[in-house]
Nanobody, 116 residues
Framework: QVHFVESGGGLVQPGGSLRLSCAASGFNFRDYGMSWYRQAPGKERELVAT????????NYADSVKGRFTTSRDTAKNTVYLQLNSLKPEDTAVYYC?????????WGHGTQVTVSS
């Protein structure tokens, strides 16, 4: 059974940093690309970053380019999202997602709040 556990969210001041983690289980992690999404209050869920199974070809939303970075640890079946230079508009629930055997799986989300 595909399952994700996200962690690393919290309250941070503008300009601060966080690292989100998404631990995956139930599928061969290295065979699938993964994505990070976020959803702010009153807004639709939006794509933040997506990367291929080979770990190359990462794409970022324009709003986070140069500030957010993805990485993965295949030994731990975990992907990370490093959030730097955070802004109040980055406040949202962040989700990891994968499409495994034609089925979309979402994590439960982790809250990031950027506020002074």
């Amino acid at each position: 059974q595909v399952h994700f556990v996200e962690s690393g969210g919290g309250l941070v001041q503008p300009g601060g940093s966080l690292r989100l983690s998404c631990a995956a289980s139930g599928f061969n992690f290295r065979d699938y690309g993964m994505s990070w999404y976020r959803q702010a209050p009153g807004k639709e869920r939006e794509l933040v970053a997506t990367f291929s199974s080979e770990g190359s070809g990462t794409n970022y939303a324009d709003s986070v380019k140069g500030r957010f970075t993805t990485s993965r640890d295949t030994a731990k079946n975990t992907v990370y999202l490093q959030l730097n230079s955070l802004k109040p508009e980055d406040t949202a629930v962040y989700y990891c997602r994968a499409i495994v055997r034609s089925t979309i799986y979402w994590g439960h989300g982790t809250q990031v709040t950027v506020s002074s």
